[in-house]
């Protein structure tokens, strides 16, 4: 009873042995619930008026049916399982766990082919697609299960394509991408309604992945151009400064003859060792500060645009934004007395950061790139900063 009508009929059938009068049964509340079950056992068509003397009249066959029972693996254990594969078909392992409550035993079929393992010193040959449980099955629920096993591997095919948007540098490669792994799944097999859902599901983790990538790209591109104008507004600052600096030193004349008289009576060796003794360490020029400035801002971009997938999202962080802080000091700090060195030093401390400490050996690619800019820019790398170890 509680299988096919649910879990009150059973009290349903039991309440009717108070009842023993139309009016009874009439004001009983139980009267649609017992129409129900009386036309399904009878199976009588839905065009048939029944009323509660129809009851009264078929009270000990009603009775009858609280000792009817049915197979448990039938009505209740295969219909769960079966809904669970179909709502997890795109799982290579669906979750079962529910399952485990079921109180279970081994079928003669098993036990017997467990006695011929031991015996015959054989490997145990499991049980393959429910097969144990197909002489239990309704024509429906095999009809469900074979449609299952049909679609089940289109199901994990669609659920093992790799959205992987993270080495598209442009938004037309992201568009493009998105579109080839559309059509991927267009050309399966995807007509059942078994694993639409499956489809629907990979589909919304396309559209998210390329539109989480897509603002990622236009953050790069907006933090590249704003570097760009600042450091064009920077040069266009301090160029005139430079000139006119440079300027006052054209204009410059000694004081009078005497004064280039003495500068010429010094001895060239004396002359070198007073310039020695009385110039400090060069601050950096101008010439080398530009080049640095423009070496940061590639590395800014490079890495911000992930620069082929090289870089981690932390790793990106954390690079672009002390480079940037290097950046904005390089251009707005009074550079006198810096020394080149040091702007150096400090770049390639930032270059070192890793991925992550599993990889000590590795070194990482900005490294390269920023030794490769200081040679075509000829920049010396200070010697002493030439270590392997990293942050």
Known sequence: MATTYG????????????????????????????????RTEKRLPKSTVLT????????????????????????????????????????????TSSLTAVLMELSEEGKERWQEAITEHIEFT?????????????????????????????????????????????????????TQLLAEIDGMNTNSGLIQKTIKKKKNIMEQSAHDRIKEIESAEAMVQELAIETQSQ????????????????NEEPNNDNEITEQQDTPLGMASEEALEETPEPPILEDAKTKLINIVSILIKNISEGAGGRYTSSTQHKKVTDLKSILNRLTNSDESGTIQDDWVKEIMDVCKI??????????????????????????MLPSEHQSNSFK
């Open 126 to 178: 499991p049980f393959k697609e429910f097969e144990q449980l197909i002489p239990f099955m309704t024509p429906p629920q095999k009809e469900l299960w074979d449609s299952i096993l049909k679609r089940r591997p289109i199901a994990l095919a669609i659920a093992a394509i790799d959205v992987n948007f993270e080495n598209k540098q442009t938004k037309e490669e992201v568009e493009a991408h998105k």
């Open 354 to 379: 890793k991925r992550n400490s599993l990889h000590f050996w590795a070194v990482p690619h900005s490294v390269v790139e920023f030794k490769g800019l200081l040679k075509d820019n000829n920049i």
């Open 235 to 250: 040069h266009q600052m301090q160029s005139p400064q430079t000139q006119e600096l440079a300027q006052q030193h054209l």
């Open 7 to 38: 879990l009150l009929s059973q009290d349903c059938i039991e309440d009717l042995r108070k009842y023993h009068t139309v009016e009874d049964i009439n004001n009983s509340g139980d009267l649609k619930d017992l129409l129900k079950i009386l």
């Open 52 to 95: 509660a003397q129809d009851v009264i009249d078929n009270k000990e066959f009603l009775l009858e049916l609280t000792n009817k029972t049915v197979s448990y693996i039938t009505f209740n254990f295969i219909p769960i399982l079966l809904d669970i594969f179909k709502s997890d078909i795109a799982n290579k392992f669906p979750d």
